[in-house]
């Protein structure tokens, strides 16, 4: 009887306890036998243009069987990263609560500009030399830091630093036409370009009008020839800029017509032409300066670019792994 009455009061207990509210599994158990991130290989961004540039990764992912949150990388993906090479330091925390990291390199290796030296030759436009109203007269000036060579050079050291391009300031003021094919052996000969810049006819075209248009171009023909003789690779041809109202002015007839005939010679003689004309349409009340033929800071900016534009497009960049 006392076994019997053992056995019902422990199904009571037993029945009592199963309608009891369940507990909850137990959680599932990330291992530690692998625990960390895993970084993406050593990234090289070959050919870049200037001092730095922008580059995108992928964010690190889990190692082994845990998972990890809050993953952040210094610096972060898209950041700028500069010439050379820098490290990537990764962190996160795991699952589990631990601390997780891992880290790689970025490396950029700039673009490599095959000309090393420039000589941008031609007048006053050249040198620099722009009018400055000075009580009733006009009073020319050399500015050379707004002249368009400097604009030059400075574009040059901005896209392809340290690599020594030197754009050389040829520019010699009141030169008319005959002077400047006498005058261009010489130079070249004693700077011995890659590139030369041809901008010359000004001072012949202020002087004698329409009569000047055709000894600028055949003045230009001579010196494409003594520079493609003297083993020159890269010779650029600009057509002339416009002219404004002012005591230089060039009647647009005139620069008209000069530019149709430059164009023909670059183009039988092989040159490479620079549309500067087409650079200033629309734009000439502000690029050209109050003389009516000089350039103002904006104008030699416009004439730089555009000769920059026209080296860029003739000159080969190659990619430099280091």
């Known amino acids: 009887m006392g076994r019997a009455v053992h056995v019902a009061l422990s199904l009571v207990v037993l029945a009592a306890a199963c309608t009891g509210t369940p507990t909850s599994p137990a959680p599932a158990r990330w291992s530690s036998a692998s625990p960390g991130l895993l970084c993406p290989a050593p990234l090289t961004v070959a050919g870049v ?29 898209g950041a700028t990263f500069t010439l050379g090479t820098t490290p990537v330091m990764c ?5 589990i609560g631990r601390d997780v990291s891992c880290g790689f390199t970025v490396t950029l290796t700039p673009a490599m500009f095959a000309l090393k030296r420039i000589v941008a030759f031609g007048d006053s436009v050249t040198r620099g030399e722009t009018g400055v109203p000075f009580g009733e007269a006009m009073l020319l000036i050399i500015d050379t830091p707004n002249a368009y060579p400097t604009r030059l050079q400075e574009r040059f050291d901005t896209d392809f630093p340290g690599q020594g ?10 030169e008319r036409i005959t002077e400047a094919v006498a005058r261009l052996p010489g130079v070249v000969m004693a700077q011995q370009p890659g590139g030369l810049l041809l901008l010359v006819g000004y001072n012949d075209l202020f002087t004698l009008g329409m009569a000047g248009a055709a000894p600028v171009a055949e003045g230009l023909r001579t010196m494409i020839r003594a520079a493609r003789l003297a083993g020159v690779p890269h010779v650029l041809v600009s057509t002339l800029t416009p002219s404004q109202p002012g005591p230089r002015q060039i ?26 004309d087409d650079a200033f349409f629309g734009q000439a009340p502000t690029l050209v300066g109050p003389d009516g033929l000089h350039l103002t800071p904006a104008g030699n900016q416009v ?20």
Request: with cysteine; hydrophobic share 60%; aromatic share 4%.
């Open 251 to 276: 009647e647009p007839a005139v620069i008209l017509q000069a530019n149709v005939l430059i164009r023909q010679v670059a183009a039988a003689e092989g040159a490479l032409l620079v549309a500067a």
């Open 49 to 77: 243009i200037g001092a730095a540039a922008p580059v995108s990764f992928p964010l690190p992912q889990a190692a082994g069987d845990t998972a990890v949150a809050e993953v952040v990388c210094t610096p972060a993906p």
């Open 303 to 322: 004439l730089a670019a555009a000769f920059y534009a026209a080296l860029r497009n003739a000159v080969p960049v190659t990619s430099s792994i280091r």
């Open 165 to 174: 391009i030197i754009v050389i300031n040829q520019g010699v003021s009141g």
């Open 91 to 95: 962190q996160a925390v795991d699952r």
